[in-house]
Structure formats: C-alpha cells, structure tokens
C-alpha cells in the first residue's frame, strides 16, 4: 500500500511539474491574486495557496514544492510582514506540503485532518531520500475545527473519500471565501487519486457538501485554476455526475474500458470547453471512471451473476421434474404363493 502512495504521488508531482510552467517558460513563476480585503491566493508550480492577513499574523493554506517557499515567502512580505502563523494543509500530495519543512522551522504551527499525517509518515518510513520530520502536521482532526482569526471565523472541515482520504476544505465565513483544495479543479478534468482513498462518489459528494455550505455570493479557491464561483462549481459538479452516469450505462451494457476510453460523444460538451486540456487527458478522465464504477458495481454483479446460477439450477430442476418418466412402467400384479386365480 505505501508503495502506491509513493507511486501515485510521484505521478501526481511529474504531471503538476508540467501543468504549472507559465507562458514564459520559467520552471517556477508565481502570481498574488486578490479575492478580497484580507484573502489572497498565490499561484505557482502546485496548488493553489489561501492567505489570510491580519493584524494576529498570517493563516495560509497550503505551501506548494520546496523549491519554491523561499520565493512564495518574498510574495508574502510584500503584503505583510507578520509571521505565518498557521498553516493547514488540505491534503498531503507534495505540491500542497512540500514547504511544510521550512515554515515548521520558522515557527508555524501545521494543522491536517489525520489522514494526511498517516500518509506523510508512511512515505517517510518508505522513501530512501530523507525527508525531513517537521513536514508532518502537528494538530491533526478527525471530522472539523474552528479558527477565530484576523477578525473572522475559519472553519475546516473534512470530505471524505473525494481527491484522496484526507481532504478539507477551509470557509473564511466573514469573507465568504471557499478553499476546496483538490476537490475542485476549475474547468479542467480533475485529478482522482483512488490508490490513496478519493473515489468519484466522494468527490462528488464533497462537492455538494461544501454547495450546501455556500451560497451564489461565495469566491472559491480552486486546488488549480482559476478563482472560482458557486456557478463553477455547480459546474464541476454537473460534469462529474453526467459522465459518471454515462459510463455506468455502458458499463451495464457490457462495455470495456478500452471502448468507453474512447467514446467521444461522453464528454464532447465538456471538451468542447476545455475541460481535457489539464494535465488529466480525457482519457485518463474515461479510465478512471470507468475502474471507479466497476469497483462499485462488483457487488452487484457478483450477485447478479449468483442469481443467474439460481435461476438456471430452478429451471433445470424444473425440466426434470416435468419430463416424461423414461424407462418406467406402471407396476404389474405378480403371483404369490397365497394369490387365488
């Protein structure tokens, strides 16, 4: 299993490495984008950050590679020169956690559902090049908690089983601004890491949770892309069922995944708008929904396919009983010494 953490996170990374490169062609630009008075987000190679600056200090969201936190942290001053004070990461995929070292160095307090604290132990435990202790979170959570910071209330809480076992989302209430981490990529295909507990009913599910959460006002933080709104994220989520229902009727109707890989007509309204043209191909997309759903339907089909074995032992059964009596005849009186003629 911690062999396919550390498989399905150095893909992850890989194909983030080549996502991020910006029209310059520099390996590493970032970008400080204002969603209101007090929140910012900072693009750059990985995902998405949330920065929260007020007078108590900073709260930020996420801290992409290592490579890049000396550069992040000089876009940071120049909004405040306050400390980082906390930090939560949303889940544990090294372009959200690689600068985790550094900051916990420097004194910011690191929070994670506890999932992400399992994870980031187990890759220590398995990588051969060392990775420093202090990446790991040092308050963990089970379900939500509650910062009262820089004048508002921060809520984080946990969607299960969506991008992987240990996502959150943070809700700045007072600001009305959402950071879903990678349960949300803007207009693009999103990435499902199913080898480390997302699943696409999840992701779905984690969707409508934070929808409920919301409201047509909100600003939305993506995992990657582009500032968000509640429609973008209706969006996503329209996207996501549709193609998850189209494939689970071909599935039923006895279709591969190499036939369903490369039906167009599925996702043509979404490519259309470029939803394919991330680092997940359409694809890839297919595939994955496609393994999702059969996983899901195993159960069913497996009792299907016993009761298939019912019917047909029932009917045979059946046969038998009402076949002609071959090779019997009607019983015959047969003389005994005591029988009188």
Do not use: C
């Not at 990461?89 to 690191?110: E, K, M, P, R, S």
């Not at 946990?158 to 600001?175: I, L, Q």
């Amino acid at each position: 299993m911690l062999s396919k953490i550390i498989f399905s996170a150095t893909l992850l990374f890989s194909f983030l490495t080549v996502y991020s490169q910006t029209d310059t062609g520099n390996k590493f630009n970032t970008k400080l984008i204002k969603v209101n008075n007090k929140i910012y987000m900072l693009q750059g190679k990985g995902g998405n950050i949330g920065l929260s600056f007020g007078n108590e200090g900073i709260f930020m969201i996420d801290d992409q590679y290592a490579e890049g936190i000396e550069q992040i942290q000089k876009d940071i001053k120049t909004i405040s020169k306050n400390p980082i004070q906390f930090l939560v990461n949303t889940h544990f995929h090294g372009d959200h956690t690689g600068g985790n070292a550094v900051l916990a160095q420097q004194g910011t307090i690191i929070f994670s559902q506890e999932n992400v604290h399992a994870r980031l132990q187990g890759m220590i435990a398995e990588e051969k090049k060392k990775i420093p202790q202090e990446i790991l979170p040092v308050v963990t959570f089970s379900e939500d908690l509650t910062f009262h910071y820089n004048g508002e209330k921060i809520y984080v809480f946990h969607v299960h089983n969506a991008h992987t076992d240990g996502d959150a989302m943070v809700y700045f209430t007072d600001s009305n601004v959402l950071h879903t981490g990678d349960v949300f990529f803007n207009g693009k295909y999103p990435f499902i890491d199913t080898d480390n507990g997302g699943s696409i009913q999840g992701y779905i599910d984690g969707i409508g949770k934070a929808l409920l959460l919301i409201n047509e006002d909100t600003k939305i933080i993506p995992g990657h892309g582009d500032v968000g709104t509640y429609k973008d994220l209706q969006k996503a989520s329209y996207m996501l069922s549709i193609i998850y229902k189209r494939v689970t009727t071909h599935y039923i109707n006895k279709k591969t995944e190499e036939e369903v890989a490369q039906m167009k007509d599925i996702t043509k309204e979404f490519d259309d708008l470029g939803y394919g043209d991330g680092f997940i191909s359409t694809e890839a997309f297919l595939r994955t929904v496609y393994k999702e759903v059969a996983k899901e339907r195993s159960p069913i089909d497996k009792n299907a396919e016993k009761n298939r074995q019912a019917r047909e032992k029932l009917e045979k059964m059946q046969e038998k009983q009402n076949s002609p009596q071959e090779n019997k005849t009607p019983p015959q009186n047969v003389k005994g010494s005591n029988d009188v003629d």
